[in-house]
């Protein structure tokens, strides 16, 4: 008998948080931790991480004289999402590749339902539709006060179109992505992202390290 093993699937990590928080430093000091241990990682992006997803991502960013409704902003999102879960993130993970994820679905809630105002129940029918059950395993959740993440981000020069709202817009994402961690607190972790850079990675590590001997 052909006994085959099972294929051994990736992981789904995200990386959440306001701008500002030092996402970027931080996606690739993740994707190097993995590699270390000789893990095969695609680093991603949303919205974005295909070329037509990209498209959609340049759209939503642009600056704009027409108003530009909330309920488009959201599909358009889940657009790209359709394109990058089903054409990447799917295909990496049957392959057994990690996949590093500068965020996901956790944004949506976050900016669409906490910044814009879209009902919860909304967002989760189209999560629903479009990704049929796909999560990640583990969500790292960068935080810190709007006041320090904007300040680093308003320094980068010019502004996008969600960079451009008001500090209350990035608090209201704020306290919807810890509602979530606290929802559940098992994938989503929670990081100071506030402190310098060697402590936030010294409690990143720690919890990859944790969660590594779990899924061994
Ligand atoms: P980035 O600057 O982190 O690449 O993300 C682009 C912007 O898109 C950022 O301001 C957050 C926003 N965004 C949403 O509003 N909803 C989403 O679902 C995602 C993935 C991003």
Redesign the pocket.
């Known amino acids: 008998m052909n006994r085959r093993k099972p294929p051994v699937h990736g992981k789904f990590v995200t990386l959440e948080g306001v701008?500002g928080v030092g996402?970027s430093t931080h996606l690739e000091f993740i994707s190097g931790y993995l590699r270390d241990r000789g893990i095969t990682v695609l680093v991603t992006?949303?919205?974005?991480g295909t070329p037509g997803a990209d498209e959609i991502?340049n759209t939503?960013?642009a600056i704009r004289t027409e108003p530009f409704q909330p309920m488009a902003?959201l599909l358009l999102?889940f657009a790209a999402?359709a394109l990058h879960v089903d054409n990447v993130i799917r295909p990496a993970l049957a392959a057994g590749t990690w996949i590093v994820c500068?965020?996901?679905?956790d944004?949506?809630y976050?900016?669409?339902g906490g910044?814009r105002g879209i009902a919860a129940s909304v967002i989760a029918a189209l999560e629903r539709m479009v990704l049929k059950g796909l999560r990640p395993d583990m969500t790292i959740l960068l935080d810190a006060r709007i006041e320090v993440g904007m300040a680093r981000a308003r320094k980068r020069g010019v502004l996008?179109r969600?960079?451009q709202e008001q500090d209350e817009f990035f608090n209201r994402v704020r306290r919807v992505y810890l509602a979530r961690a606290r929802r559940e607190p098992r994938r989503i972790k929670v990081v100071n992202a506030g402190g310098n850079l060697t402590d936030v990675q010294a409690e990143i590590t720690a919890l990859l390290d944790k969660r590594l001997a779990q899924w061994k």
Request: net charge negative; charged share 45%.
């Open positions: 701008e996402k992006r949303e919205p974005g991502r939503l960013l902003e999102m999402r500068d965020r996901f679905t944004a949506s976050a900016y669409q910044g996008d969600f960079e």
